[in-house]
Structures are given as C-alpha cells and as structure tokens.
C-alpha cells in the first residue's frame, strides 16, 4: 500500500465552490486540502501535478452503483470498478445490495467492507437491502449510507412490492430510503401480455412509464405519510418528474443517469440488448423533460447505475438477457460534453455529480475544492475530444454502451485521499479508498 505524500496541484483551472474558475495553486498535506492560492511558494512538497490547461473538480462522488462482489464476479468485481472509477474521476460510490449473498444484515455489510478495504482504488460506503422480514438489520446495521427497496425489477428476497410490507419500513426508524421504483404487479402483467416478443425494444413498453409513475407515487404517499427521508433512484420519465415538479416535499431527492438524459428508445435498433436497463430508456421526449428537471432542480443529482453484465449473458437475446450498463467510466466526460456544448455549466455538472451528492447523504468534508475538505480531485481536460474506445475500459465486462462517442472532458489525473491513484492513462493500483462515513 502507498502512503499519503504532500502534493501540490500546479496552475490548474480550480472549480471553486461558487462556481467560479480561478488559475491557481492547490496544496495538499496529509489527504487534504490545505491552501488554494494562484501562486504557492516556499512550501516544497515531495509530489507536484503541472496541471496547466486543465481544469480541477471535486472528485465524482457516484450514488448508484452494482459492483457484483461477492458473489458475480464474473461481470465485475471490487477492483475491476475501483479501476474503473479511477479512470473515470469517480473517487467515491454507494454501492447496492443485489450481490450474493444479498447484503440484508451486518455480516453481509461487514463482509462487503472487508473486501472493499482490501481491494478498493476509490472510497466505498454500501446500501443495505430491505425484505420482507429485515427490519430489525434495517434499523441496526452500519455504516451505512442508507436503505435500497428494490419495489419493481428484482427478483428474490429484496423485492418489496406490497404497500402493506413497505409500510412498516417507512413507518420506523430515520434512516434514508432510496427507491427502485417500479410496479412489479403491472410488470408481471404485461410481461404476460407481451410474451414471446424477442426485440428488445418491447422492454420499455412492458415496463412502461405507468409501471414507473404508480411506485414513484405510492413510495411519495408513504414518505409524506411519516415525513421519511426518500430518495428515487433512477427517475426515467417525464412525468414522474412533472409529479415531483408539483409536489416534492423538502425531505425527498431524486436522481437521474447519464443514459436517461442522453439514450433513448433509439438505441435499441442501435446496440440492441445493451441498452436494456430497469427502469427501461423512454422515448426522446422524455430524454429532454428529464433535462429541464435536473436544470430546475427537480432532480437533484446524477448516478449511474453502474450494473455490468458479460457480453455473452447479453447476448443471449430478449427477454433471456440480463438488464444493466456499465457506467462510471464514462459519466463524467458525458457530462462535461454536454456543458461544453452549452446544455448546463461546468459548475452545474460539478453540482450534481459531487456537491449535491455529498449533501443529500450527509458525507462530510466531500464534494468541494476548499481548505479542509478530503483531497478526493479530477483533473480534466476540457480542450480536447477523444473517442470512448472499447478495449481502454477498465470494467471487467469490457463494453459501453457510449462506445465510439466523441466527447470532451476525459479524466487526467485522478487524486483520492490526497494520493493519486490515476495520471494520464495509468492506474496506481496500490492505492486504497477509505468507507465512507455518513451524518447522521
Ligand atoms: O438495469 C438494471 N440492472 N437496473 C438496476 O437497477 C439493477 C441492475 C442490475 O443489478 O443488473
């Protein structure tokens, strides 16, 4: 393992909490942030990152990721993603229940932290998966960032569908709740209707946007019910964004990805299964009603739903196809493509995709350029284009569904805990990440 040097990041475009850019020095003692200035002298430190023509971001703090250990680690492991959001400025994650075993208890949570500690690159925290007869592991276990109910879309213990068995989980306890919110009983019925249909386009239809809206409205009717802190995971349509537009109470947040901004029905006649995912891709109208909410603020941040699967389990062909993308190594660079080419600001996409992240889970010292906070940093280049190409992924599933795209703002250098654990297409695969620590 490497141990924590001082740095000093030189003449980088420096994101400052307000959102302005300023040319200057930051200097790093011990992990942390401690001085930004435009010119630091007379503080000699052991490492230092020429960071002329690039621009500094508070490290990606991703809040949706499957990263498969234990138990599926044929598509992907602890290392293989940590590799993966290395490369893709992402410095920490939450990572969901739906390994095997489920991670419904502390010894499943403490076993996932283990392996973290000694695999990681980047900084990890776990969710822990609600079931039917859990709730005792729901209120004790930690750490923890939160509770996942998978309400539609998963099969076996986490699957929580029936109000009556949501009910007593909303009702005790304060911890956070973060919703996959789709209707698994108008799932299960259309899945019927539509038998036998192999196109995968047939996906969005069979989990369509009423499947969606009906557990977005029943996960909201049962946090105002006992003002329970909620989070909906993944929101995919319109109009469950113009329902929280009209009612979201201070205590809900929401989330978007990258491919439900930027992927649309479209991409099935494109990449086919690939781009099947739960909740499903929605038409191009919704791609641009989702756009407006997170520009409003009625989405509050992005996620990426990381959830890789083998190109051959792909291939098996609809339905028999697993759902899921890959994504941490390309959101950023996604993101920052579109700023560039003038759908939101740098700052915006900072925000969402690290500040508001921070914020909504209560992680301290993250999600800014400030003295004090945790040196978790990306450099990126923000004057070039480049290609997203197949065989520089470092997921072990090994496909994107963004290959070929040409996009700007690819990662450079990547800085975790103050120690840099990638710099210009290496990884310092020494590096460890810290578990997360959340506020209560
Ligand atoms: O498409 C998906 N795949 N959506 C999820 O929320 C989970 C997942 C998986 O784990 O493969």
Same mark, same amino acid.
């Given at each position: 393992?490497?141990?924590?040097?001082?740095?000093?990041?030189?003449?980088?475009?420096?994101?400052?909490?307000?959102?302005?850019?300023?040319?200057?020095?930051?200097?790093?003692?011990?992990?942390?942030?401690?001085?930004?200035?435009?010119?630091?002298?007379?503080?000699?430190?052991?490492?230092?990152?020429?960071?002329?023509?690039?621009?500094?971001?508070?490290?990606?703090?991703?809040?949706?990721?499957?990263?498969?250990?234990?138990?599926?680690?044929?598509?992907?492991?602890?290392?293989?993603?940590?590799?993966?959001?290395?490369?893709?400025?992402?410095?920490?994650?939450?990572?969901?229940?739906?390994?095997?075993?489920?991670?419904?208890?502390?010894?499943?949570?403490?076993?996932?932290?283990?392996?973290?500690?000694?695999?990681?690159?980047?900084?990890?925290?776990?969710?822990?998966?609600?079931?039917?007869?859990?709730?005792?592991?729901?209120?004790?276990?930690?750490?923890?960032?939160?509770?996942?109910?998978?309400?539609?879309?998963?099969?076996?213990?986490?699957?929580?569908?029936?109000?009556?068995?949501?009910?007593?989980?909303?009702?005790?306890?304060?911890?956070?709740?973060?919703?996959?919110?789709?209707?698994?009983?108008?799932?299960?019925?259309?899945?019927?209707?539509?038998?036998?249909?192999?196109?995968?386009?047939?996906?969005?239809?069979?989990?369509?946007?009423?499947?969606?809206?009906?557990? &977005?409205? #029943?996960? @909201?009717? *049962?946090?105002?019910?006992? $003002?329970? /802190?909620?989070? %909906?995971?993944?929101? !995919?349509?319109?109009?469950?964004?113009?329902?929280?537009?009209?009612?979201?109470?201070?205590?809900?947040?929401?989330?978007?990805?990258?491919?439900?901004?930027?992927?649309?029905?479209?991409?099935?006649?494109?990449?086919?299964?690939?781009?099947?995912?739960?909740?499903?891709?929605?038409?191009?109208?919704?791609?641009?009603?989702?756009?407006?909410?997170?520009?409003?603020?009625?989405?509050?941040?992005?996620?990426?739903?990381?959830?890789?699967?083998?190109?051959?389990?792909?291939?098996?062909?609809?339905?028999?196809?697993?759902?899921?993308?890959?994504?941490?190594? &390309?959101? #950023?660079? @996604?993101? *920052?493509?579109?700023?560039? $080419?003038? /759908?939101?600001? %740098?700052?915006?996409? !900072?925000?969402?995709?690290?500040?508001?992240?921070?914020?909504?889970?209560?992680?301290?010292?993250?999600?800014?350029?400030?003295?004090?906070?945790?040196?978790?940093?990306?450099?990126?280049?923000?004057?070039?284009?480049?290609?997203?190409?197949?065989?520089?992924?470092?997921?072990?599933?090994?496909?994107?569904?963004?290959?070929?795209?040409?996009?700007?703002?690819?990662?450079?250098?990547?800085?975790?805990?103050?120690?840099?654990?990638?710099?210009?297409?290496?990884?310092?695969?020494?590096?460890?990440?810290?578990?997360?620590?959340?506020?209560?």
């Amino acid at each position: 393992m490497s141990s924590t040097a001082d740095l000093t990041i030189r003449q980088a475009r420096i994101l400052l909490p307000e959102g302005d850019l300023q040319v200057g020095d930051v200097l790093i003692q011990k992990g942390k942030i401690s001085r930004i200035a435009p010119e630091i002298v007379g503080t000699e430190t052991d490492v230092e990152v020429d960071a002329r023509g690039l621009t500094l971001f508070p490290g990606v703090i991703d809040p949706q990721v499957h990263f498969r250990e234990p138990g599926l680690e044929h598509k992907e492991d602890l290392f293989t993603a940590s590799c993966a959001c290395a490369k893709g400025g992402v410095t920490s994650f939450l990572e969901m229940p739906n390994t095997r075993p489920l991670t419904i208890n502390q010894a499943a949570m403490d076993d996932k932290l283990s392996r973290a500690a000694q695999k990681c690159l980047v900084n990890y925290g776990f969710f822990i998966g609600a079931t039917a007869d859990n709730l005792s592991d729901l209120l004790s276990v930690n750490p923890t960032c939160g509770i996942k109910i998978f309400m539609g879309s998963s099969h076996g213990a986490l699957l929580v569908s029936e109000e009556e068995v949501l009910e007593p989980i909303f009702a005790n306890g304060s911890r956070l709740i973060a919703v996959h919110a789709e209707d698994q009983a108008r799932i299960i019925q259309r899945r019927q209707q539509f038998k036998g249909i192999t196109d995968p386009a047939i996906h969005s239809q069979i989990q369509d946007e009423q499947a969606a809206l009906n557990a &977005t409205k #029943l996960a @909201l009717k *049962l946090s105002k019910k006992y $003002q329970r /802190r909620l989070h %909906i995971l993944h929101l !995919s349509t319109g109009v469950e964004a113009e329902l929280l537009r009209d009612d979201k109470p201070s205590w809900v947040t929401a989330e978007v990805t990258p491919q439900h901004l930027l992927l649309n029905t479209d991409a099935y006649a494109e990449i086919g299964t690939l781009a099947q995912m739960n909740p499903p891709l929605r038409s191009p109208e919704n791609n641009t009603i989702l756009w407006q909410a997170l520009l409003d603020g009625v989405i509050d941040f992005i996620a990426t739903d990381h959830a890789p699967h083998t190109l051959s389990e792909k291939a098996k062909g609809y339905p028999n196809s697993p759902s899921g993308m890959p994504g941490v190594e &390309t959101s #950023l660079p @996604l993101m *920052l493509t579109q700023a560039v $080419q003038g /759908r939101c600001t %740098i700052a915006q996409v !900072s925000n969402w995709m690290s500040t508001a992240v921070a914020k909504a889970y209560c992680i301290p010292n993250k999600g800014a350029i400030a003295p004090g906070f945790d040196a978790d940093l990306v450099l990126v280049d923000l004057d070039n284009y480049d290609i997203v190409r197949q065989e520089e992924l470092q997921t072990k599933c090994g496909w994107s569904p963004f290959t070929g795209w040409k996009l700007t703002g690819f990662p450079q250098v990547t800085i975790v805990n103050g120690e840099i654990v990638y710099n210009r297409g290496k990884l310092n695969t020494e590096v460890r990440g810290k578990a997360l620590t959340f506020d209560t």
